[in-house]
Nanobody, 125 residues
Framework: VQLQASGGGLVQAGGSLRLSCVVSGRTSYSYTLGWFRQAPGKEREFVAAMHRRGGNIHIADAVKGRFTYSRDNAKNTIYLQMNSLRPEDTAVYYC???????????????????WGQGTQVTVSS
Protein backbone atom coordinates (compact mmCIF):
# COMPACT_ATOMS: atom_id res chain seq x y z
CA VAL A 1 0.00 0.00 0.00
CA GLN A 2 1.26 3.44 -0.91
CA LEU A 3 -0.18 6.78 0.12
CA GLN A 4 0.46 10.05 -1.67
CA ALA A 5 -0.58 13.25 0.07
CA SER A 6 -0.84 16.59 -1.68
CA GLY A 7 -2.48 19.98 -1.40
CA GLY A 8 -0.38 21.68 1.23
CA GLY A 9 0.93 25.20 0.90
CA LEU A 10 1.22 28.64 2.40
CA VAL A 11 -1.98 30.43 3.33
CA GLN A 12 -2.93 33.41 5.43
CA ALA A 13 -4.85 32.98 8.66
CA GLY A 14 -8.53 32.56 7.92
CA GLY A 15 -7.85 30.92 4.59
CA SER A 16 -8.58 27.44 3.33
CA LEU A 17 -6.77 24.47 1.86
CA ARG A 18 -7.86 21.02 0.77
CA LEU A 19 -5.52 18.11 1.24
CA SER A 20 -5.84 14.91 -0.76
CA CYS A 21 -4.39 11.47 -0.17
CA VAL A 22 -4.50 8.82 -2.86
CA VAL A 23 -4.22 5.21 -1.74
CA SER A 24 -2.70 2.80 -4.22
CA GLY A 25 -1.99 -0.88 -4.10
CA ARG A 26 -5.21 -1.95 -2.43
CA THR A 27 -8.77 -0.70 -2.48
CA SER A 28 -9.22 1.98 0.12
CA TYR A 29 -12.49 0.68 1.53
CA SER A 30 -10.66 -2.17 3.25
CA TYR A 31 -8.53 0.27 5.25
CA THR A 32 -9.06 2.70 8.04
CA LEU A 33 -7.73 6.00 6.70
CA GLY A 34 -6.73 8.97 8.75
CA TRP A 35 -4.96 12.29 8.90
CA PHE A 36 -2.31 13.25 11.44
CA ARG A 37 -0.09 16.30 11.75
CA GLN A 38 3.22 17.20 13.30
CA ALA A 39 4.17 20.75 14.15
CA PRO A 40 7.82 21.75 14.66
CA GLY A 41 9.08 20.54 18.00
CA LYS A 42 5.87 18.71 18.82
CA GLU A 43 4.62 15.15 18.78
CA ARG A 44 2.56 13.93 15.85
CA GLU A 45 -1.12 14.27 16.67
CA PHE A 46 -4.40 12.94 15.39
CA VAL A 47 -6.55 15.13 13.14
CA ALA A 48 -9.33 13.04 11.58
CA ALA A 49 -10.18 9.50 10.53
CA MET A 50 -12.92 7.13 9.47
CA HIS A 51 -12.90 3.47 10.36
CA ARG A 52 -12.92 1.03 7.45
CA ARG A 53 -16.37 -0.17 8.50
CA GLY A 54 -17.75 3.33 8.06
CA GLY A 55 -19.83 5.02 10.70
CA ASN A 56 -18.82 8.22 12.42
CA ILE A 57 -15.97 10.42 11.34
CA HIS A 58 -13.59 11.07 14.19
CA ILE A 59 -12.32 14.64 14.43
CA ALA A 60 -9.87 16.16 16.88
CA ASP A 61 -11.34 18.82 19.13
CA ALA A 62 -8.68 21.32 17.99
CA VAL A 63 -10.06 21.31 14.45
CA LYS A 64 -13.71 20.43 14.95
CA GLY A 65 -15.99 22.83 13.13
CA ARG A 66 -13.17 24.00 10.84
CA PHE A 67 -11.85 20.83 9.20
CA THR A 68 -13.93 18.31 7.26
CA TYR A 69 -12.89 14.76 6.47
CA SER A 70 -14.29 13.03 3.42
CA ARG A 71 -13.61 9.79 1.63
CA ASP A 72 -14.19 8.70 -1.95
CA ASN A 73 -13.76 4.94 -2.16
CA ALA A 74 -14.29 4.96 -5.92
CA LYS A 75 -11.21 7.16 -6.29
CA ASN A 76 -9.29 5.53 -3.43
CA THR A 77 -8.85 9.01 -2.03
CA ILE A 78 -9.45 10.81 1.23
CA TYR A 79 -9.65 14.55 1.66
CA LEU A 80 -9.20 17.05 4.44
CA GLN A 81 -10.95 20.35 3.81
CA MET A 82 -9.39 22.91 6.12
CA ASN A 83 -11.20 26.20 6.66
CA SER A 84 -10.60 29.12 9.00
CA LEU A 85 -6.95 28.14 9.25
CA ARG A 86 -4.91 29.42 12.17
CA PRO A 87 -1.16 29.79 12.63
CA GLU A 88 -1.29 26.92 15.13
CA ASP A 89 -2.45 24.64 12.30
CA THR A 90 1.01 24.95 10.75
CA ALA A 91 2.42 21.45 10.50
CA VAL A 92 3.34 18.63 8.20
CA TYR A 93 0.15 16.71 7.51
CA TYR A 94 0.32 12.96 7.00
CA CYS A 95 -2.24 10.46 5.79
CA UNK A 96 -2.15 6.99 7.25
CA UNK A 97 -3.80 3.65 6.59
CA UNK A 98 -4.18 0.28 8.20
CA UNK A 99 -6.44 -2.73 7.56
CA UNK A 100 -6.68 -3.80 11.18
CA UNK A 101 -7.36 -0.72 13.28
CA UNK A 102 -9.94 -1.39 15.94
CA UNK A 103 -12.58 1.27 16.43
CA UNK A 104 -11.25 2.39 19.80
CA UNK A 105 -7.80 3.03 18.31
CA UNK A 106 -8.59 5.17 15.27
CA UNK A 107 -7.03 8.23 16.98
CA UNK A 108 -3.79 6.43 17.81
CA UNK A 109 -0.89 6.85 15.40
CA UNK A 110 0.61 3.57 16.57
CA UNK A 111 -2.40 1.73 15.11
CA UNK A 112 -1.45 2.67 11.54
CA UNK A 113 1.09 0.73 9.51
CA UNK A 114 1.21 2.75 6.31
CA TRP A 115 2.07 6.43 6.04
CA GLY A 116 2.28 8.97 3.26
CA GLN A 117 5.24 11.28 2.84
CA GLY A 118 3.52 14.31 4.36
CA THR A 119 2.55 17.67 2.95
CA GLN A 120 3.52 20.97 4.55
CA VAL A 121 0.83 23.40 5.61
CA THR A 122 1.98 26.84 6.70
CA VAL A 123 -0.46 29.42 8.01
CA SER A 124 0.82 32.96 8.33
CA SER A 125 -0.63 35.44 10.80
Amino acid sequence: VQLQASGGGLVQAGGSLRLSCVVSGRTSYSYTLGWFRQAPGKEREFVAAMHRRGGNIHIADAVKGRFTYSRDNAKNTIYLQMNSLRPEDTAVYYCAADPSVILSAVRSQTAYSYWGQGTQVTVSS
